[in-house]
């Protein structure tokens, strides 16, 4: 049996690592003082609020809805879940799959997908878009968002056909039975319908269904199970691009707009789409997007974060030092000179006959690091229009022994991989 006196060392521990996750938790503020930063598993850092007080504007409201245990975050309004925000402009949600599904009768289940997110838009460096099955045309029509608000439409397919199960690679999307392309930039909404050519009577018994999907790549490796086990799967990893406002950093500093970007941040503009993104400077961390949200790192508590001989690190704000103890020399760094004694500058005065003094001259190496000076400029806000993520739809056709209908014949198809 336990004794009390076994398990409370088990105790401290557990209080210990409590504190110390409480403490780093704490150390960078994530929401706006007052403001909720979690729903449930997802934390929620400010541009990104759960109420009017605690969001910069309307599209960065986050529903949470408790009747989930634990709460569930969705985007606006919307029926997006989101699974996790990153202040590096990411978004991670769960999106549809499109199904065509057909048993020995018939078609039994088919449904394409749309999404709409307004001003966010579907990350091409995050995301792929995925078709799956021996009998499948599938296609993605996207809408890319120019800077002058114009919608240019573009459509990439995949299709894939296959009669044998045994030579469908099981981990590669190699174009048997799987078929991969990348994504445009710029996407802000897509539409994507699968379809088959002949029923997939023939090769039901391993490939009743054909998907197509987008899906996070670094989420996505393709198994030969796939063609029968995501049928039970509704939703899939995706990730949106977010940035702020319309117009990119040199626009906002020309116009003299309102800067998101607080103290110790710089703006940036992102890789994918317009508006701009604030990170904390080199050497500050926390959320770039508050007064006072980056703050500086204390690079000599963690050996990873600096190249200090032990015991030889002197933190600075924004940066920091290697001074070596004094009597000794060098850069103080792992990968440098490190630290050496002095050397003993040894002076000989003869004063008189046989009398001798010793002086010893200590040269010690101190290195001073620079301040980095910031300002933040701040006018009127320019952000005055609203626009909310729309609504998902995704819509299911087609009864048992029905044909399945809402799908759209839509002009050439380019087809970059996989084929017969
Ligand atoms: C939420 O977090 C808990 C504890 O970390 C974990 O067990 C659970 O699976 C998470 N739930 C979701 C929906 O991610
Ligand atoms: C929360 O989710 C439930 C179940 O999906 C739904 O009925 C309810 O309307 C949602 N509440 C809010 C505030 O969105
Ligand atoms: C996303 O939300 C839906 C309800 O709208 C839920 O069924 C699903 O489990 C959620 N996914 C995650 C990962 O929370
Ligand atoms: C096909 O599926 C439907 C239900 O979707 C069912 O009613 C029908 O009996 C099935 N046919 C065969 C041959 O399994
Ligand atoms: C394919 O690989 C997956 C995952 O590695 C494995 O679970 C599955 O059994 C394999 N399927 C076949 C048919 O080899
Ligand atoms: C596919 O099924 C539909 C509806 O059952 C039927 O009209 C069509 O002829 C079939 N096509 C092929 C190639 O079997
Ligand atoms: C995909 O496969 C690679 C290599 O086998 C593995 O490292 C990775 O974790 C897998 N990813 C997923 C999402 O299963
Ligand atoms: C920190 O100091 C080192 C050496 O003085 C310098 O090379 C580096 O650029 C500085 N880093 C920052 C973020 O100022
Ligand atoms: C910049 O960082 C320093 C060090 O953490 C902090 O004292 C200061 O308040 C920060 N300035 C702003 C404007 O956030």
Known sequence: MRTPEMLFPFITLVAALLAATTISAQEFPIAKAGCQDRCGNVTIPYPFGLTDDCYYHVRFLITCNHTFNPPKAFLTTSTINVTEITLEGKLHIEQYIAKDCYNASGPTHSNSLELKLAKFIISDADNIFV???????????GNLKEA???????????????????????DTCSGIGCCQTSLAKGVDDFYITVSSQTNH?????????????????????????????????????????????????AEVKKSGMYNACQGNSTCHDPDNGNGYLCRCLDGYRGNPYLPNGCLDVDECKDSNLNECLKNYCHNTIGNYTCPC?????????KD????????LLVVKIF??????VIVLVAVSGLLMAGKH???????????TEYLLGKKIDASGHGKSGESSSGYQVIGPVLLPSGGR
């Open 373 to 383: 000076p910031w300002t933040n400029v701040e006018s009127n806000y320019e952000e």
């Open 148 to 170: 002058d608000s114009a919608e240019n439409e573009y459509e990439v397919g995949c299709t894939s056909f296959c009669n044998s199960f045994k030579y469908v690679p099981n």
């Open 201 to 249: 009577s023939a090769i039901l018994d391993f490939s009743p269904c054909s998907y197509a999907f987008i899906i996070e790549e670094k989420k996505f490796n393709f198994s030969k199970s796939h063609f029968k086990d995501l049928e039970n799967v509704d939703k899939l990893p995706m990730v949106v691009d977010w940035s702020i406002g319309y117009n990119s950093c």
């Open 351 to 356: 004063v008189g006959v046989g009398a001798s």
């Open 325 to 333: 103890p004094k009597g000794y020399h060098g850069d103080g760094r």
């Open 336 to 343: 440098g000179e490190g630290c050496s004694a002095d050397q």
């Open 131 to 141: 078709s799956i099955g021996c009998d499948t045309v599938a296609s993605l029509r």
